[in-house]
């Protein structure tokens, strides 16, 4: 299983927003990718303007498949305005859960 971790800063109003654009692309994989096995948004417990997304793809193409997506493409065309600095991503080799 691959996986890609992702922790991103909401600019500050734009928690709300932010939390909607990646709820849609989690309700994009649910509906239209079968080979992504999990998508998950978490908001920090200590600063609402921190999410943390968890994605587990089953290859490398499911991992590709989702990155090019329609609604990857969404939320990233939206980024500019939401997202306050980079976004820290770590794409990993699962080892644990059969991976």
């Known amino acids: 299983m691959i996986t890609i971790t992702a922790i991103i800063r909401a600019r500050s109003g734009q928690e709300a927003a932010l939390r ?3 709820l ?3 309700d994009h994989v649910a509906a239209h990718e079968p ?3 999990g ?3 978490s908001q920090s417990l200590d600063d609402p303007a921190v999410f943390t997304t968890y994605e587990r ?3 490398k193409a499911a991992k590709d498949a989702h990155n ?3 609604a990857v493409a969404r939320f990233f065309a ?3 305005v939401l997202i306050e600095g980079e976004a820290i991503l770590h794409t990993c080799q699962e080892v644990t859960g059969g991976g």
């Open 39 to 41: 998508f998950h948004v």
């Open 57 to 59: 793809f089953a290859t």
């Open 78 to 80: 939206q980024a500019e």
């Open 68 to 70: 090019t997506s329609d």
């Open 20 to 22: 909607r654009a990646l």
């Open 24 to 26: 849609d692309v989690a």
């Open 35 to 37: 080979e992504t096995h």
